[in-house]
């Protein structure tokens, strides 16, 4: 019985050490391009207003100026600007982005109404999930070195 009772606390200590590891190390750093902010707020202006066009064409039921628009976006967030964070979740973000506007620029080609409207919502989202990623992460892990620019979104 004093031998199946050692052996479970030796098991049981030895599955737990794993676990306590790495306890007092200091969260990763964000690694932060140096983003101009003036030419990040031109970029995002021309995300949304692109954004906005797609959103006219799809209530219009303009395909052909939907697809234009959409490929356009592709290459906004091909724009080094684009890159403020170099983090597999901002990464993650601008690729779910570019796949969402390149689909919706390929269901425009196809005349396929009804999926376009679907991935400008997913694509939307896209936006909504990054913007609030960056001014999580902007706020928190990637503090400005003194005299650096603050890039924040309005209203934060």
């Not at 999580?136 to 892990?141: A, E, N, P, Q, Y």
Request: with cysteine.
């Amino acid at each position: 019985m004093r031998a199946i009772t050692y052996a479970l606390v030796f098991t049981l200590v030895f599955a737990w050490v794993p676990l306590l590891g790495g306890h007092d190390r200091e969260p990763p750093k964000v690694e932060r391009q140096k983003a101009d902010p003036k030419k990040v707020k031109e970029l995002m202006h021309k995300k949304l207003d692109h954004a906005q066009k797609i959103l006219a064409a799809i209530a219009m039921n303009d395909l052909e100026r939907v697809a234009v628009n959409a490929d356009a976006l592709v290459n906004v967030s091909k724009e080094a600007e684009w890159n403020v964070f170099k983090t597999p979740s901002y990464e993650m973000n601008s690729d779910d982005f570019r796949r969402s506007a390149a689909k919706m620029a390929r269901q425009a080609k196809e005349k396929d109404l009804e999926s376009v409207k679907l991935t400008y919502l997913e694509m939307t989202m896209t936006c909504f999930h990054c913007h609030r990623y960056v001014r999580d992460v902007g706020m928190v892990d990637a503090r400005p070195a003194v005299g650096e620019p603050v890039l924040r979104t309005a209203g934060r």
